[in-house]
């Protein structure tokens, strides 16, 4: 699974993505508790941060496995 951090993610993490291969599948409750004990400073941003998975917004009840490309998408604004 490869994942991508934008923006302020990417400061919190260090990386603009990472590599990452779970066991089985993952729900995103559980693929977010991986993510923050690798990088706690995501922690700030959780509330605010969409999943998408193979460039979809992806559905609340996805499950994320090996083969996916999933993007932290944090909030937008602009005008």
């Known amino acids: 699974m490869r994942i ?8 919190a993490t260090g990386c603009d993505s990472m590599e990452f291969m779970p066991s089985s599948p993952l729900t995103g409750e559980q693929l977010w508790a991986e993510l923050l004990k690798k990088f706690p400073k995501l922690s700030a941003h959780r509330a605010q941060v969409r999943l998408s998975q193979n460039w979809e ?5 996805a499950l994320y496995s090996n083969g996916d490309e999933v993007a932290l998408i944090p909030p937008v604004s602009g005008g």
Request: net charge negative; proline share 0%.
């Open 57 to 61: 917004n992806a559905a609340a009840d």
């Open 4 to 11: 991508l951090f934008f923006a302020q993610l990417k400061d």
